[in-house]
Every structure is written in C-alpha cells, then in structure tokens.
C-alpha cells in the first residue's frame, strides 16, 4: 500500500504564498486518485481542496479557485499544493491523499498532516 509523506506548511500572513509537497512510495502515475484536503480548527471532517481523478482534471474548491494550484512531478513521486494569495480562513491542516488500486480493490491513504496557519 502506498505511503504518503507530507512538507512543508507553516505560518504566513495573509496574502502570502506556501507550497506543500506529498512524496508517495509508488509512481503517482499509478495512482487512481490523488489530492489535497484539509480540517479546519473546530471541525471533525475533512474538505477536499483539490482532487485530480482518473479523468486528469483537477477539481479544486470554489473557495480556492484561481488562487492554489495543483501540480504533479512523476520522476520525484510527488504532488503539490501551491498556495498563493492565503487567506485567514484557509488555516487548517492540510492532508494529501491518495487511492491506490491493488488487485481489483481500492485502498486509501491519507499523508501525516502539516499544519498551515495564516494570520490577519
């Protein structure tokens, strides 16, 4: 089962810019799903950010369209999540995911979390 291992993240004002990066264990080319999502402080659930399925295209969020964007490096195993134009409401942790397809079954990963605050 692939793993997932997050960086970077961190404290920023407002209208500052992180990127985060996810290394998987396996080819993300081999990946059925991957994408970025996020807890806000408060809450029990976790929000997709930006998810990019087996079709190619990224869906991101309407609340972070047009200012994060997702890419992918498939020689480095790993996806980003480049932030820009951050906002306090974005404070959250962020998770990368993962479905990977083993053997006709799905399996899900989920990366260790990094924490990314803005401030005011």
Do not use: H
Not at 93 to 98: G, P, R, T
């Amino acid at each position: 089962q692939v793993q997932l291992v997050e960086s970077g993240g961190g404290l920023v004002q407002a209208g500052g810019s992180l990127e985060l990066s996810c290394t998987a264990s396996v080819g993300i080319s081999r990946l059925k799903v991957m994408g970025w999502y996020r807890q806000a402080p408060g809450t029990d659930e976790r929000q997709p950010v930006a998810v990019i399925l087996g079709d190619g295209i990224i869906r991101y969020a309407d609340s972070v369209k047009g200012r994060f964007t997702m890419s992918g490096d498939n020689a480095k195993n790993t996806m980003y999540l480049q932030m820009n134009n951050l906002k306090p409401e974005d404070t959250a942790v962020y998770y990368c995911y993962a479905v990977q397809l083993v053997d006709s079954r799905d399996y899900e990963t989920w990366g260790q979390g990094t924490q990314v605050t803005v401030s005011s």
